[in-house]
C-alpha cells in the first residue's frame, strides 16, 4: 500500500469516526484474519488504480473487516485522544457511530474563559456519536451529517466540527477536516456503495 492511500486511509478512518462512520462493539467481533482480508484487497483495489477496463470493478468490503483494520492496522495512525472506533454500516448510504474521544484538549484550545463560553463545557473523556450519509459519484465523495451528540446529549453541527477540525490538523491541513466538504476518492474509485453490512468499492 502506497504512503499516501495509506495517510488517505487513517484520514479518512478518524473523520468517519467523528463524522458519524462509526459504532462502538465488543473487541471480540473481530480478528487479525479480518485485518489481513482487508489489506489484500487495498493491495488490489491500489494494483488495479491505473489499469483500462471494460467494466467496473467491485470489491465488496465487510463492516467486520473494516472495524478489524481500524483496530489491528490503523489505531497507531489515530491521533491521541480518540479510541475505541467502530464502523456500523446501516445501508441505503446511511452510516452510525461512536468513538471515545477526549474533550478537554479541544476545549482548552477554544475557551475564552467567560461565563457563556460554549467551549467551557469541553471536558473530560467520553463517547462522541454520529449519523449521516456517504454519497459519492464520478470519484468524489461527500459525507451529510444528520446527527451527532455527546455521551447522549445532542450537540450542535459547528461543534462536532470543531472537535474533527483540532483532531485532524496536520502540516497539509493546519486547520483540520471538513466534515461535509467533498473528497476525491485515491485509487481510481468511482464510487462507493453503503449496502446493509458492506460498502461496495467500484473502479
Not at 458519524?20 to 462493539?25: D, L, S
Not at 452510516?95 to 475557551?111: E, F, N, T
Not at 462522541?128 to 446527527?147: D, H, I, R
Request: glycine share 10%; hydrophobic share 40%; charged share 20%.
Amino acid at each position: 500500500m502506497t504512503h499516501r492511500t495509506t495517510r488517505f486511509l487513517a484520514a479518512s478512518a478518524f473523520v468517519a469516526v467523528l463524522a458519524g462512520c462509526f459504532v462502538f462493539a465488543a473487541t471480540d467481533q473481530v480478528s487479525r484474519r479480518d485485518a489481513a482480508r482487508l489489506q489484500a484487497k487495498i493491495d488490489r483495489i491500489n494494483k488495479n488504480a491505473g489499469g483500462e477496463r471494460r467494466s467496473a470493478l467491485k470489491t465488496p468490503i465487510s463492516e467486520n473487516e473494516v472495524n478489524a483494520y481500524l483496530r489491528y492496522e490503523l489505531g497507531d495512525k489515530l491521533p491521541a485522544g480518540v479510541k475505541d472506533p467502530w464502523v456500523s454500516i446501516v445501508g441505503d448510504g446511511r452510516l452510525a457511530g461512536r468513538a471515545v474521544v477526549d474533550l478537554s484538549q479541544v476545549g482548552k484550545s477554544k475557551k475564552t474563559g467567560g461565563m457563556l463560553d460554549p467551549y467551557s463545557y469541553l471536558g473530560g473523556t467520553l463517547p462522541v456519536t454520529a449519523n449521516g450519509v456517504l454519497k459519492s459519484k464520478n470519484g468524489v465523495a461527500s459525507f451529510v451529517l444528520e446527527s451527532a451528540s455527546i455521551s447522549g446529549v445532542p450537540m450542535p453541527v459547528w461543534m462536532l466540527q470543531e472537535i474533527v477540525s483540532y483532531y485532524s490538523k496536520s502540516a497539509e491541513s493546519p486547520q483540520g477536516v471538513s466534515i461535509e466538504k467533498p473528497f476525491a476518492l485515491p485509487a481510481g474509485i468511482r464510487e462507493i456503495q453503503i449496502d446493509r453490512g458492506q460498502a461496495v468499492v467500484i473502479q
